[in-house]
């Protein structure tokens, strides 16, 4: 069992968490902390500008500025600085098959303690021991020297780098995607067989590209167990939803997938990730098609009679519940992240939304869903916080303890030797597939040269459609590649399903998804 998180019928309790820090953020705004954190944002984008075009080849940085690496400025940590991060990973993958441990595993509070711990020793090592600038990004980019002794500033920097540039953004996107959509009810229990669970794919892959992957995957994930519950024989069909619906369904917008949002932030067109509509359809319906005949000729045989007959009999019409006010809430989390950047003016205006007040309006949004919906409907979703705390729980270190790992791609990216297509693709989702696919994208995104102001060049558009295929597609391999895959496997074990291990999930990945990908990267990259 996870920890016991708030009921379906306490469901409003965080109202006051959400209120206090609304209201936080208001006091701050008060006194000019969030407009000081976005001029200092809009200030350094106009230095870097200005010096761009006075020295158009110097690199940049994972956030677009200049970048001192290389000319005396900051350095990578030494590769030992990965063994946390390495640690980790390996704690994910073992440590819920270890006897005597895995029950002690299954609290968050326990996936806390192991990842703060090796948080922690990441933290130590640029505590005492890195003697080199760093690279701070939040607000704005600046050059962090180390200070004698134990080097507090570089702390605060790398903390600054992983929580609030990267972690806040990312856990309250996921955390607005999850209340909202766990606010929805989709109610109903269909025959299951393959052809109803195919058509829950392809719907859900439809989805996530227009309302994100969590929120697709969420929307999906509690009917398609519903209409699931009288079989056996599930888990093949969550693997599948997360290949499909968290991943590689996420293409065709910016919205889809985090790490296409950052490169339209970077300047690639909004509407340019249509062009990869090809990709998509190949290999969507690909893994459609290997679902569909694995459900029928493997999986559906095995059933046993009497559970088919009451899943049979057990059958109700679909109906739909939470719509108002959960559906216009959703299309406003859309419209926030879409238009509350503080780097990136509200179309039509010149004005630059403050620091932080995207991710207010969605802790606002969730209020109003908590305040307004139905505890009823989440209550009859067997809603509860515990999957989106696990995620909160592990990737917290997992932002920390990968800062290292981060910084070695991006003093190293440029020399690879990535030159064709194929290198990118592949280089970019291997690293996707372990590291948080965002970050990766972008680390790729610059060693490939790719600058979408001055208009993509065949051959930029060729590497920037390689390294989006790469991070979006290749998330999948691994339950920790993308957020929404954890959160899926984190549900499924709650209603009863007995998800595979983070071995057993790699053993589905590795003998379905590279083929598929490896014929969608012949063919298209």
Same mark, same amino acid.
């Given at each position: 069992?996870? @920890? ?13 968490? %959400? /209120?206090?820090?609304?209201? *936080? ?6 006194? $000019? ?23 158009? *080849? ?11 690496? $290389?000319?005396?400025?900051?350095? *990578? ?26 029950? =002690? =595993? ?13 948080? /922690? ?13 760093? @690279? ?7 050059? +962090?020297?180390?200070?004698?002794? %134990?080097? &507090?500033?570089?702390?605060?920097? +790398? ?29 109903? @229990? ?78 690639? @067109?909004?509407?340019?990730? %249509?062009?990869? =509509? ?45 719509? =108002? ?5 959703? !299309?406003?989390?859309?419209? /926030? ?13 010149? &004005? ?23 505890? $009823? ?33 991006? +003093? ?29 994208? %972008? ?17 930029? !558009? ?24 954890? #959160? ?10 007995? #998800?595979?291990?983070?071995? $057993?999930?790699?053993?589905?990945? #590795? ?15």
């Amino acid at each position: 069992m996870h @920890d016991a998180p708030p009921s379906a019928s306490s469901s409003r309790l965080p109202l006051w968490g %959400l /209120a206090a820090a609304v209201a *936080a953020y208001l006091v701050m705004a008060v006194f $000019g902390l969030p407009q000081h954190g976005r001029d200092l944002l809009v200030r350094s984008q106009a230095a870097h500008a200005a010096g761009h075009a006075d020295h158009p *080849a110097d690199d940049k940085n994972q956030h677009g500025e200049a970048s001192d690496a $290389g000319h005396g400025g900051t350095a *990578a940590p030494p590769p030992a600085t990965v063994i946390p991060f390495a640690l980790l990973l390996a704690a994910i993958a073992i440590l819920p098959l270890t006897p005597g441990i895995s029950h =002690w =595993w299954e609290h968050n509070s326990s996936k806390l303690l192991v990842a703060g711990l090796l948080a /922690a020793v990441t933290l130590g090592y640029y505590l005492a021991f890195h003697r080199q600038p760093v @690279d701070l990004h939040f607000p704005a980019h600046a050059v +962090v020297e180390p200070a004698a002794g %134990l080097s &507090w500033p570089t702390v605060g920097a +790398v903390l600054a780098n992983a929580l609030l540039s990267e972690y806040v953004p990312f856990i309250t996107l996921l955390f607005a995607l999850y209340v909202i959509t766990g606010g929805v009810r989709i109610e109903g @229990d269909l025959e299951a067989t393959p052809t109803t669970n195919a058509a829950f794919l392809a719907v859900g892959a439809l989805l996530a590209s227009f309302i994100g992957t969590t929120g697709a995957a969420m929307l999906l994930v509690r009917p398609l167990l519903e209409t699931n519950r009288e079989r056996r024989h599930v888990a093949h069909t969550l693997v599948f939803f997360i290949f499909m619906v968290c991943n590689c369904g996420g293409l065709l917008l910016p919205i889809g997938d985090p790490p296409l949002f950052l490169g339209y932030l970077q300047g690639v @067109d909004f509407l340019w990730t %249509l062009s990869l =509509w090809n990709e998509w359809l190949f290999t969507n319906a690909t893994l459609l098609a290997i679902y569909w005949i694995w459900d029928t000729f493997v999986a559906h045989p095995r059933e046993t009679r009497a559970d088919l007959v009451r899943d049979r009999v057990l059958t109700r019409s679909l109906r739909f519940g939470g719509l =108002w006010p959960n559906l216009p809430l959703m !299309a406003g989390v859309i419209a /926030a992240v879409a238009l509350l950047d503080p780097s990136k003016p509200v179309p039509g205006t010149s &004005w630059h939304p403050w620091v932080y007040l995207r991710e207010a309006v969605l802790l606002g949004l969730v209020g109003l869903s908590l305040l307004l919906g139905s505890d $009823g409907i989440r209550r009859k979703n067997g809603f509860t916080y515990a999957a989106i705390l696990e995620v909160a729980a592990l990737f917290i270190g997992i932002f920390i303890c990968m800062q290292p790992a981060l910084a070695l791609l991006h +003093v190293h990216g440029d020399s690879l030797g990535l030159t064709s297509p194929q290198a990118y693709f592949w280089s970019t989702g291997a690293l996707s597939a372990v590291l948080d696919n965002a970050p990766t994208y %972008l680390v790729f995104f610059e060693a490939a040269g790719i600058e979408p102001a001055d208009g993509l060049t065949s051959e930029e !558009a060729r590497l920037l459609a390689a390294v989006s295929l790469g991070a979006v597609f290749l998330g999948a391999m691994t339950y920790i590649g993308n957020g929404p895959n954890f #959160m899926v496997k984190a549900i499924a074990e709650q209603s009863g399903v007995r #998800m595979p291990s983070f071995f $057993g999930y790699i053993m589905y990945s #590795m003998g379905v998804l590279l083929p598929v990908f490896a014929l969608m990267a012949w063919l298209f990259v």
